[in-house]
């Protein structure tokens, strides 16, 4: 039996949460969120789940999940997210540099 892939710290943020997942929903932000379809598919978000997960449930010193929870915690905070009530609704907003 093999055992497990240690998924690094700056290889799981980089190559698949951040670019998959967070830079994706912002630009999904910054669009119209009325578009048909789903914002990630079932597949793409058991992907990105199963990363943070394994991420998360490494053995030390390869466990991430203070620093994922901080990286996250940053993004939402420098990026601002939150909503825009106006009259036809509601509509996402982002100011994000």
């Given amino acids: 039996m093999?055992?497990?892939?240690?998924?690094?710290?700056?290889?799981?943020?980089n190559n698949e949460i951040k670019v998959k997942a967070i830079d994706r929903l912002e630009d999904i932000l910054n669009q119209d969120l009325k578009k048909e379809g789903s914002m990630f598919s079932p597949k793409e978000?058991?992907?990105t789940y199963t990363t943070?997960?394994?991420?998360c449930t490494q053995k030390s010193?390869?466990?991430?999940?203070e620093q994922l929870y901080q990286r996250h915690g940053?993004?939402?905070?420098?990026?601002?997210?939150g909503m825009?009530?106006?009259?036809?609704?509601?509509?996402?907003t982002r100011s994000c540099p």
Avoid at 61 to 65: A, I, K, L, Q
């Fill in 2 to 13: 093999s055992s497990p892939r240690i998924i690094n710290l700056d290889d799981g943020w």
């Fill in 45 to 47: 978000y058991v992907q």
């Fill in 52 to 55: 943070c997960y394994n991420m």
């Fill in 61 to 65: 010193p390869y466990n991430w999940s």
């Fill in 74 to 81: 940053e993004t939402i905070s420098r990026c601002g997210f």
């Fill in 84 to 92: 825009k009530r106006h009259q036809r609704g509601f509509t996402a």
